[in-house]
């Protein structure tokens, strides 16, 4: 988990809430990697589920109440976080082939898990470390690019606020690059991909400081 640990550390100054990450579930899993596999699985799955929390609860209105989100299988959490992330149609087609894997990881823990819910000793099967590495790998490439992706997707959100103004003159100018267009094309923009909108209209305000300090 080493490359993820470090992209927390390298985002804690913007994204202090990552913290946590690292200091508890990541210290978590690997505490247990030698003579307990189980008890880091355990850890993966709570990683998995933190973080596609974070990601809601921050990034998408509709998923900020506690009552409901605490009814949401594990899959279907991990999924509302994904779609969060605004991602392009092959990024987010690509990490939602991942929930088969997330329904199968939430299986294994509730099956083999020495904490969560009990466990009748000894088990009927122990999961072995080769296993759990390749659990930990799999875990660590999915949440290093969902969290990466957060920290992108807030530092837009929580550093650019444009004045209706702005947005108005920036939509003016887009629609003028596609006159041929039926419908505004800036508006169409934000509403379908508005991430895609935040980096254009941050780019086309950027460079129109610089022509005016030329």
Avoid at 114 to 123: A, F, L, R
Avoid at 132 to 143: D, H, Y
Wanted: charged share 30%; aromatic share 12%.
């Amino acid at each position: 988990m080493n490359s993820l640990k470090e992209m927390i550390k390298n985002n804690l100054t913007n994204s202090p809430e990552l913290k946590e990450y690292n200091d508890v579930i990541l210290n978590f899993i690997s505490s247990y990697k030698q003579g307990r596999p189980d008890m880091s699985i355990e850890g993966c799955k709570s990683l998995i589920e933190g973080i596609s929390k974070l990601i809601s609860f921050n990034l998408d209105d509709g998923s900020q109440n506690l009552n409901n989100w605490n009814k949401f299988n594990f899959s279907v959490k991990f999924e509302k976080a994904v779609k969060a992330l605004n991602l392009d149609n092959y990024e987010e087609e690509f990490v939602e082939k991942n929930i088969d894997l997330v329904t199968k990881l939430g299986h294994i823990r509730n099956e083999r898990g020495d904490i969560s819910h009990g466990q009748k000793y000894p088990k009927e099967i122990y999961s072995k470390e080769d296993f759990l590495k390749f659990i930990t790998l799999w875990t660590e490439g999915l949440c290093y690019f969902l969290l990466s992706r957060y920290v992108v997707q807030k530092h837009v959100e929580e550093e650019k606020v444009y004045t209706e103004e702005q947005v108005e003159k920036f939509n003016n100018y887009l629609d003028g690059l596609y006159p041929e267009m039926k419908i505004s094309y800036g508006e169409a923009l934000r509403e379908q991909d508005p991430f895609q909108y935040e980096l254009e209209i941050e780019d086309y305000y950027a460079q129109n400081k610089e022509e005016e300090n030329e």
